[in-house]
Antibody
Framework: QMQLVQSGGGVVQPGRSLRLSCAAS????????MHWVRQAPGKGLEWVAI????????YYADSVKGRFTISRDNSKNTVSLQMNSLGAEDTAVYYC?????????????WGQGTLVTVSS | QSALTQPRSVSGSPGQSVTISCTGT?????????VSWYQHHPGKAPKLMIY???KRPSGVPDRFSGSKSGNTASLTISGLRAEDEADYYC??????????FGGGTKVTVL
């Protein structure tokens, strides 16, 4: 069955960097766009970034633009999120998700989530 | 990229129906027929319940239905069950390859 398994995350000091990874299985990874979505403590979900199926295009939420970079390796069925210049506002559970249906469509399935805590 | 408006909470007794609204703008909900809904139990991965406004993925009970009128999308849960108690989020496509989530609605089964 389709599965996304995340790794990375943890506690990081303000201003530092962190990299999250997401390994896919059970579907043809290279045919789908991939997203990152986050949820800050006590808050709702926030869309973060998308990378097209072939890595040709990437788009970001304004809140992370210029600091976060989404990338993928279709030979390893993985998508990553490089997070730089982290601030307290980036503290959240981060989820990877497969783009489903049309490019403008939905997210399914989702990874299990990984907690990123930005604190000194 | 501003959050959409959802009621903070709705509640109903088992067997009843509840409807969650998701009010956006003519740039997101009203612009495209790409509205999806997610069920989120705390500590678990969100689950897709409705996509493309009113379509149900395989395995989602037909008690869940979606609709849209103008700038407002809605999710209705009929025949409410205890396991439906969760947070629900709408998410329309907002153009230029960006998406925006609603603030989330907590559904309580009384």
């Amino acid at each position: 069955q389709m599965q996304l398994v995340q790794s990375g995350g943890g506690v990081v000091q303000p201003g530092r960097s962190l990299r999250l990874s997401c390994a896919a299985s059970g579907f043809t990874f290279s045919s789908y766009g991939m997203h990152w979505v986050r949820q800050a403590p006590g808050k709702g979900l926030e869309w973060v970034a998308i990378i097209f199926y072939d890595g040709s295009k990437k788009y970001y939420a304004d809140s992370v633009k210029g600091r976060f970079t989404i990338s993928r390796d279709n030979s390893k069925n993985t998508v990553s999120l490089q997070m730089n210049s982290l601030g307290a506002e980036d503290t959240a559970v981060y989820y990877c998700a497969r783009g489903a249906g049309a490019v403008a469509g939905s997210f399914d399935p989702w990874g299990q989530g990984t907690l990123v805590t930005v604190s000194s | 990229q501003s959050a959409l408006t959802q009621p903070r909470s709705v509640s109903g007794s088992p067997g009843q129906s509840v409807t969650i609204s998701c009010t956006g703008t003519s740039s997101d909900v009203g612009a495209y027929n790409y509205v999806s809904w997610y069920q989120h139990h705390p500590g678990k991965a969100p689950k897709l319940m409705i996509y493309d406004v009113s379509k149900r993925p395989s395995g989602v009970p037909d008690r869940f239905s979606g609709s849209k009128s103008g700038n407002t999308a809605s999710l209705t849960i009929s025949g409410l069950r205890a396991e439906d108690e969760a947070d629900y989020y709408c998410c329309p496509y907002a153009g230029d390859y960006t998406w925006v989530f609603g603030g989330g609605t907590k559904v309580t089964v009384l």
